[in-house]
T-cell receptor
Framework: GQQLNQSPQSMFIQEGEDVSMNCTSS?????WLWYKQDPGEGPVLLIA?????ELTSNGRLTAQFGITRKDSFLNISASIPSDVGIYFC???????????FGTGTRLKVLA | SQTIHQWPATLVQPVGSPLSLECTVE??????LYWYRQAAGRGLQLLFY??????ISSEVPQNLSASRPQDRQFILSSKKLLLSDSGFYLC?????????????FGQGTRLTVV
């Protein structure tokens, strides 16, 4: 099935550092979503983006809907140990009901 | 508020046995419903989605099937499980009347076929 390319695939960072990850697609999307998944749990929605160029924050998280509508970015500022997990992007195309997910970025925070 | 329930949480089944995973949503009407599968350390693969009772769209040909007998109930089934069916199965819902909206996930079912 179709998947979005997400990078980096994994990253180890020190507590307090900022994190950046991105998601790219060959297709245009009308909605970008960012999720976090803890081990053995379902993904939890972090941020939703509906407009090209939109920049939205949720606490220490900031996400942007790329101008080309083919990419999105997630930044986490001042990381803490509970940020550990897998982050997924998801895109939705107008006129469909399908959520296409990225390959995931596994984040590990070193205290 | 809306909630989504998925069960069982874990399941160990022998090869060739049948499968039935159930998902229900509360607090909303006429949701879009989805089944995803996640292999270990991998992303989410869309298996089926439904925009209404009895309406099922299949994304990946396989020995799994889905049914939606009631508005807020979504069932994933198999007549005979294969080893390759092992994985983490996730049910999700999204609101109706607006295509571009958020999707919310259940807690998942860890299926191990032995």
């Amino acid at each position: 099935g179709q998947q979005l390319n997400q990078s980096p695939q994994s990253m180890f960072i020190q507590e307090g550092e900022d994190v950046s990850m991105n998601c790219t697609s060959s297709s245009i999307f009308n909605t970008w979503l960012w999720y976090k998944q803890d081990p053995g749990e379902g993904p939890v929605l972090l941020i939703a983006l509906y407009k090209a160029g939109e920049l939205t924050s949720n606490g220490r998280l900031t996400a942007q809907f790329g101008i080309t509508r083919k990419d999105s970015f997630l930044n986490i500022s001042a990381s803490i140990p509970s940020d550990v997990g897998i982050y997924f992007c998801a895109g939705v195309t107008s006129g469909t009901y399908k959520y296409i997910f990225g390959t995931g970025t596994r984040l590990k925070v070193l205290a | 508020s809306q909630t989504i329930h998925q069960w069982p949480a874990t399941l160990v089944q022998p090869v060739g046995s049948p499968l039935s995973l159930e998902c229900t949503v509360e607090g909303t009407s006429n949701p879009n419903l989805y089944w995803y599968r996640q292999a270990a350390g991998r992303g989410l693969q869309l298996l089926f989605y439904s925009v209404g009772i009895g309406q099922i769209s299949s994304e990946v040909p396989q020995n799994l099937s889905a049914s939606r007998p009631q508005d807020r109930q979504f069932i994933l089934s198999s007549k005979k499980l294969l080893l390759s069916d092992s994985g983490f199965y996730l049910c999700a819902w999204s609101g109706r009347g607006r295509v571009n909206t958020e999707a919310f996930f259940g807690q998942g079912t860890r299926l191990t076929v032995v």
